[in-house]
């Protein structure tokens, strides 16, 4: 039924009216025989029974249908590769083209193939033709294209039933996911690709940095690596060169090549003014490449012009302490305190000065977060039980976790026996003393902290063959959250060779806590028969201390950290940039930072605070140009201060149709079992152009009509009948 009105409403209603013009039909004929008053009251009812079914309004809806027949999407590949010649004697292109003919064939009915040619955007080909196309197409983006021809075929008159992709399966565009053909499924379109072409040889040669930002030290020796790799290319020695903001070539190196590899090449930099340097490494074009713009890459070295501030504490004085601290002593870039326990009340400190030397008495260590913040990096070696006490430590957790300070504990297990409150710091869990000898190697980890591999040898370097063992250590027994090993140890236990960490870091809040597990090191320099590795004790630990200090959060005196979510991005991508202070204030203004390429501003951010952490801000933005970029966030200097703060990022450029031309089949693959469908060869091309014998009947639900039941002659007569012949009694019996 589709009543006037509600229908629990009509019914009451319809029967109290039939019900009342019974009674008042029987009352009006009260004069009248019984017969005739039953008959009165009959058709009175009957009549106003009539009305009531027309105001209930039974019936059914009537949907609208008819036979839609199907259609099948051929979708042809117009980029610059198929124009690849590697089917057969034919090119890529003119097999697709041989393909479309074969599948009208196989149709018969050439209005059940619906043709397009893509490349960034699809083309409905009509009546043109493939003849008027050609594969020259800049970019591919087969996801794109099925989006867009299922947005297509909802205004056709004809039944989408697949979609025969003919490609070599290229995806140039930044997003191949496989949402196109998530909705491909669910509209029971699958996908049917046939892959055109198989592999090419791909020339190229190419230099990556090994990392797109240095920071170091006014007057500091610096190294800048760079990978460099070729592949196709052959027996070649290429010239790879450095080069400054202006041009001027500093450096240059050949490498040899036998065929596809790898090498790394480096080059020394001394900066001598503070602030933020570019510089280029490039290696020349060389005859036959297929891609020509990863022949250089940018990378920036910010230079600060301050101090590493240490506090170094040893309770139990060793060789190992005193070369070290004699050894930062001798770096430009270090202002180093050291205070020795001599006995129970009585301490040494040395200054950088060493005629600051002085016997104290009392243990000094700060007690203060004010004294504590004179620094960047407490060492310990042996006894820290003589320096700390549980408020100490407590000073010591606020300035790493809050503050971003950085502890280093140079000689493994700081302490004897059990020190929980300290041990809440450490990056692991002691386990018993590892007794016999052992190596040292750097871990994949060490390599990707920027530690080793760059600002020293990398894991594959044979000079940590040649290392005199290490017979004091520590073995671990878990490795808590945040840890990272940096470098293991390996050596033998029960007649098996053991590994255990050796050297180890954890991110503490904003700080750094890093553990060397390893006492004795001054070995190291005092074996002449390793002169290929020399000087490694004096590189160690200056280089571990300016990586401890310069990849915390917080560089040496900065009131501020910047932070990048990624370093390299394509265009368009997403960044994340966080800014944190170190000491929070209530009431401090958000900082602004500015995106620079080279020194002109294309972008200035402004970081919104985040909630439930003081002092830290974050933003999100990207970047539409390929290119090398500098973030920059000023910090307004003082005495005290670096002032500004920077971060590199590169935007690299989008790949071009014509770096890679081998087929795809992998990608072409997935795309069709997400949709439902199946690879297809030219051989398997008949069943699925079968798919458009597959008509159906299609119903237009949204031109539905609602056929009422009471609309015919017979009812209408019935109607009038009643009421007709209730009038005709009436005025027989003299009721008129």
Not at 555 to 583: D, F, I, K, N
Not at 595 to 621: C, N, S, Y
Request: charged fraction near 25%.
């Amino acid at each position: 039924m589709n009543p006037l009105w509600p229908v629990e409403y009509l019914v009451l209603w319809a029967g109290l009216l039939v019900a009342g013009a019974g009674f008042l039909s029987w009352r009006a004929s009260a004069k009248c025989r019984r017969p005739i008053r039953l008959l009165l009251a009959a058709l009175r009812v009957g009549g106003v029974g009539c009305l009531a079914v027309i105001a209930l309004n039974p019936g059914r809806w009537a949907e609208s249908s008819r036979l839609k027949e199907s259609e099948l999407a051929v979708l042809v590949d117009r980029s610059a590769s198929m124009a690849t010649r590697d089917v057969g004697d034919s090119s890529r292109w003119e097999a697709a083209s041989d393909l479309v003919k074969e599948a009208a064939r196989l149709a018969g009915d050439p209005a059940g193939i619906k043709l397009y040619v893509f490349a960034g955007d699809v083309q409905s080909v009509r009546e043109r033709g493939l003849e008027a196309f050609a594969a020259d197409g800049e970019t591919t983006d087969i996801r794109r294209a099925i989006e867009g021809v299922l947005n297509l075929s909802r205004s056709g008159s004809r039944r989408l039933v697949g979609m025969l992709v003919l490609s070599d399966g290229r995806q140039i565009a930044t997003s191949g996911s496989l949402d196109a053909a998530f909705r491909a499924r669910s509209q029971d379109v699958p996908i049917f690709p046939l892959v055109l072409g198989g592999a090419i040889e791909r020339k190229d040669l190419s230099v990556e940095p090994l990392r797109r930002q240095y920071v170091t030290f006014k007057g500091q020796r610096t190294r800048i690596g760079a990978r460099v790799r070729q592949s196709g290319l052959g027996p070649i020695r290429p010239t790879v060169r450095l080069l400054d903001k202006a041009g001027a070539v500093l450096d240059e190196q050949t490498l040899s090549f036998e065929g596809d590899g790898e090498a790394t090449v480096s080059f020394a930099v001394t900066p001598e003014t503070r602030g933020y340097l570019d510089y280029r490494i490039e290696v020349a074009l060389w005859e036959g490449e297929s891609t020509r713009h990863n022949n250089e890459a940018r990378v920036g070295v910010a230079v600060l012009d301050g101090r590493i501030r240490i506090l170094m504490v040893e309770g139990v004085p060793y060789w190992d302490s005193k070369f070290i601290a004699q050894l930062l002593r001798r770096q430009p870039n270090v202002e180093v305190i050291s205070v020795y326990r001599l006995s129970a009340d009585r301490f040494f400190r040395v200054e950088t000065d060493l005629a600051d030397a002085a016997q104290i008495t009392g243990s000094i260590f700060p007690d203060s977060e004010g004294e504590l913040d004179l620094y960047d990096i407490i060492i310990f070696g042996k006894g820290a039980e003589y320096f700390l006490n549980p408020e100490r430590v407590q000073l010591l957790r606020d300035f790493v976790r809050d503050r971003g300070g950085c502890v280093l504990f140079a000689r493994g297990k700081s302490y004897n026996g059990v020190f929980p409150e300290l041990e809440a710091l450490e990056p692991m869990e002691w386990g018993e003393r590892f007794a016999s000898p052992f190596t040292v190697r750097p871990t994949d980890a060490g390599a990707s902290a920027g530690l080793f591999g760059d600002m020293l040898p990398g894991p594959a370097d044979p000079v940590w063959s040649k290392l005199p063992p290490l017979e004091f250590a520590q073995r671990v027994r878990k490795i808590k959250a945040f840890s990272e090993v940096l470098v293991e140890g390996h050596g033998e236990l029960a007649g098996q060779e053991q590994a255990f960490p050796v050297v180890v870091r954890r991110r503490y809040g904003k700080g750094m806590v890093v553990v060397v597990n390893a006492d004795g090191l001054w070995q190291w320099d005092f074996f002449p028969s390793v002169k290929d590795a020399s000087n490694m004790y004096q590189e160690f630990w200056s280089q571990l201390i300016q990586w401890s200090a310069t990849f915390s959060e917080f560089l040496p005196g900065a009131r501020y950290a910047l932070g990048l979510s990624a370093h390299a991005v394509h265009s368009g991508e997403s960044v994340r940039l966080r800014v944190t202070r170190r000491q929070p204030e209530a009431g401090a203004p958000a900082p602004e930072v500015r995106v620079l390429q080279g020194e002109a501003a294309v972008r200035t951010l402004h970081p919104v605070p985040v909630p439930d952490e003081p002092g830290r801000w974050e933003t999100v933005f990207s970047l539409e140009q390929s290119g090398a970029y500098r973030v920059a966030l000023h910090d307004p200097p003082d005495e005290n201060r670096d002032g500004d703060l920077y971060d590199a990022i590169e935007v690299l450029a989008a790949p071009r149709e014509q770096d890679n031309v081998s087929a795809d089949p992998m990608f072409l693959q997935e795309l069709a079992e997400a949709s439902g469908g199946r690879v297809v060869t030219a051989d398997t091309l008949a069943p699925v152009i079968q798919r458009l014998d597959a008509d159906e009947e299609a119903v237009d639900v949204s031109r539905a009509i609602w056929q009422p039941a009471w609309d015919r002659a017979w009812f209408l007569g019935l109607t009038a009948f009643c009421f007709a012949a209730e009038w005709f009694v009436r005025r027989r019996n003299g009721l008129l």
